[in-house]
C-alpha cells in the first residue's frame, strides 16, 4: 500500500487494459466477469436482449449472474 500526505495506507489501484470480447477493440471500461469475458458498453447495448433482464446479466460464456454496478 501507498501512504498518502497525511500518512494513510491508501490502496494502490493498478490501471488495467480492457479487451472487448465482442468487437475486439481495447476499452478503457468493460463489464467483467470472474471467468475471463470482459464486453464494453457499446456492444453490450446491442446484446442486452439476450443477457440481462435488467438488474442483472448474465455471463455467455460461464452463465454466473452478475449485478448491474
Known amino acids: 500500500m501507498a501512504a ?3 500518512g494513510r495506507d491508501t490502496p494502490k489501484r493498478r490501471r488495467k487494459t480492457f479487451r472487448c ?3 475486439g477493440q ?3 471500461f468493460c463489464w467483467n466477469c470472474v471467468c475471463g ?3 464494453c458498453p457499446e456492444c453490450f447495448e446491442e446484446n442486452r436482449w ?3 433482464n435488467g438488474p442483472t446479466w448474465i455471463c ?3 452463465e454466473r449472474i ?3 454496478e
Do not use: L
Request: with cysteine; aromatic share 4%; glycine share 4%.
Open 4 to 6: 498518502d500526505a497525511k
Open 21 to 23: 470480447h465482442c468487437c
Open 26 to 28: 481495447e476499452k478503457p
Open 37 to 39: 469475458f470482459q464486453i
Open 50 to 52: 439476450g443477457m440481462s
Open 60 to 62: 455467455p460464456d460461464c
Open 66 to 68: 452478475h449485478m448491474m
